[in-house]
């Protein structure tokens, strides 16, 4: 299986797993992000691999992106703020507040 893309000479292939583990995501993300042709990658045998300069090109391309477990921090540390002023906001009130900022983070990745 190969996305779009070069995939690097054989010494900076990485299996997913040690891919994720650089960047701070989840091997599934890895994973979709090949499956999706955002990122290149090859099969040697059963294992999937990617180019350590791909990979890095495509986390400088989308800046900071909080993982999941970040996001839930911060909405928690957030409603406890909000609880703190009495507003009552839940999580569907800030998903909705965040929705315009991940839509143009996607929009602009897409376009790319």
Known sequence: MAAA???????????????AMLVGRHPETVRRWV????LAARRSGN????????????????????????WADRVRTARGRWRDRGSGRSAADLVIEDRPRRSQAAASHAGR
């Open 47 to 70: 294992r999937l691999l990617v180019a350590r300069s791909d990979l890095e090109a495509l986390v400088r391309e989308q800046g900071v992106v909080p993982t999941l477990a970040e």
């Open 5 to 19: 893309g070069r995939t690097g000479n054989e010494s900076d292939l990485l299996e997913v797993r040690h891919a």
């Open 35 to 38: 499956w999706s042709g955002r």
